[in-house]
């Protein structure tokens, strides 16, 4: 393979740890922001979609609405990388955005960082509303979720490509938030076209992970049978 320069991805607690209904805040944005400044993630008690860009994290909230987070607030989830792009890509309105950025990945088994800038034909998403304790698995979150369509906006999508393999610590495949260029509007994506997009990848064969130190996690099922099904519905379900 090409040689790559490599980043490292850094990720407060489990997506499976999130599934199970963790949503207590575990890192400040602040602290977060030390780790890396390109990522996704969420807020306590799932209070809106979190998209790094730039050094900056915005919070997308259930309206489709978009505001730069503050410092202070916490997150239950979330990845960061310092991004440091190999692979660069043009994406016209006649190609498949995820399908070009598989054609072009590094391996099957690595990890990747994402960033695509420009202007995309149509991007739908969601945003899940603040839960109150006790909060309940994240599935309930999902079935009451705000589904949000935009069509030829520019702005930026952010996230990560992750093998199989490590499904349940993270979510597998795509997972990408979208951020308007005016910084006012977004969320966690379900579909995304291209019209004229840029393409970065960082190569990430680095991951470290911090686990909460809380009750809550410790008693978790983060091991469900269900759990590829779980992430599926969570990640994915717009009907």
């Known amino acids: 393979m090409d040689v790559l320069k490599p980043c490292s991805i850094f990720q407060n607690s489990l997506m499976s740890a999130l599934l199970a209904g963790d949503f207590e805040g575990k890192m400040t944005v602040g602290e977060l922001l030390r780790e890396g400044d390109t ?42 990388t310092a991004f440091c792009p190999s692979i660069f890509l043009e994406v016209g309105e006649k190609e498949e955005l995820e ?9 099957a088994n690595y990890p990747c960082a994402l960033k695509c800038f420009g202007e995309f034909k149509k991007v739908v998403t969601r945003t899940v509303s603040k839960r109150e304790k006790p909060w309940g698995p994240m ?3 999902v079935d009451e979720q705000k589904v949000c369509e935009f069509e030829k ?14 499904e349940g610590p993270c979510v597998s495949g795509f997972h990408l938030h979208f951020i308007s260029e005016g910084r006012d509007f977004g969320g966690h994506i379900l579909s995304v076209e291209a019209n004229q997009v ?42």
């Not at 915005?58 to 505001?67: F, I, N």
């Not at 399908?99 to 391996?107: E, M, Y």
């Not at 906006?153 to 490590?166: E, L, M, N, Q």
């Open 39 to 80: 990522g996704l993630g969420t807020f306590e008690g799932l209070d809106g979609e979190m998209a790094v860009v730039d050094g900056k994290a915005y919070k997308m909230t259930s309206d489709g609405k978009a505001r730069e987070a503050l410092n202070e607030e916490k997150s239950p989830f979330a990845a960061v």
């Open 153 to 166: 906006v520019r702005g930026d999508v952010v996230g990560f490509w992750t093998p199989k393999a490590f």
């Open 139 to 141: 599935k309930e979150a």
């Open 198 to 239: 840029s393409v970065q990848i960082a190569f990430c064969p680095l991951i470290t992970f911090s686990l909460p130190q809380s009750s809550l996690f410790a008693s978790a099922k983060l091991t469900p049978e269900d759990l590829s099904s779980q992430i599926a519905y969570a990640e994915k379900t717009h009907e």
């Open 99 to 107: 399908g070009k950025i598989l054609s072009h990945l590094p391996g």
